[in-house]
């Protein structure tokens, strides 16, 4: 049965009165207004499960069709507008914390998902459950020791193999040659996530990682299809379209904040990256995206989100690392203020 009487949704944007604190809510309380008319930067790790409805989500300026049993990974720092009063959902949010001593890999869940038959039936199961207890122990010791493993069952069960995530190599020497270039990529990517504001040299990263620049390159290509310099321009790019369309912060502090001493450097380095300047892209945010949306495919192991390259208003990757969809509107995203 689909939850129906989650927990109150917590502060948006404050941070929780316990570290590890696990919450449930509806989808509708992330939103800032009604119709969801700009996105909002996501402060908490989350799992979106649709409960009724069917329309469209747009992650990181992604479009994502949303029906009855579709689930979203969204992590902290992602940009999410579900426009209008098209659908609703259950959200389960939780800070960093709460898994720690848990063998889990939270980054693990692909960011879409279309569930079905026992798999829905499981995961609708357990959402329902953290719901009920979210509610009624939420406030013990124990309650929030039960909260935690219940969590971390339920991402566990997300990793757990199907037909739809059978790996895409055949050939078992070139699927091992394979999984070693993901690895790879998977440890250049953290540290990226780490360090894209200070520098966005390959150079940096190869010697952190004590590995070649060639070696960066060839993983990101085998991953993603594009080069490493390319990879770290894309999240660099992707933080400054988050923090222009979700804040009000001045562009001028953007730039400063992902490492250009001048705003001429960032201005002409966002406009090369996304094809529009960071002020046309400002002042489009409160457009609703449009475009055909297409069924995001599962990623190849280990791309994670955002793996491919970052275009808004035209065609890029999906949230997911999947196949190409084109997002956006004609001069920018569908809009953004305030933080969930």
Known sequence: MVPTDPSPAPSIGTASPVPDEIATFALADLARDRVWRRPVLVERELLILTTRGHGDAELDFHLLPCRPGTLLRVRAGQVLRCPGPQFDGTVVGWDSGALRGFDVDPDAPAAWRQLAGEDEDAVITEVSQLAVDCQRHGDS???????RHQLAVLLLRLTLPDADHAPLRPEVETFRRFRREVETFRRFRREVEHSYQLTRRVEDYSAALGCSVRTLTRACLAVTGNSAKQVIDERVALQAARLLAATDEPIAQIGRQLGFSEPTNFGRFFTREVGISPGAFR??????PTGRVVRPRPPAEGAG?????????????????GHSTRTGSPTGPGGGTGRA
Do not use: S, Y
Request: aromatic letters at 4%.
């Open 283 to 288: 002042a489009a945010r409160d457009h609703p």
């Open 305 to 321: 989100v955002n793996a491919g390259r970052f275009r808004l208003g035209g065609t890029g990757e999906p949230a997911n690392g």
């Open 141 to 147: 010791p124990a309650g929030r020791a039960l909260l």
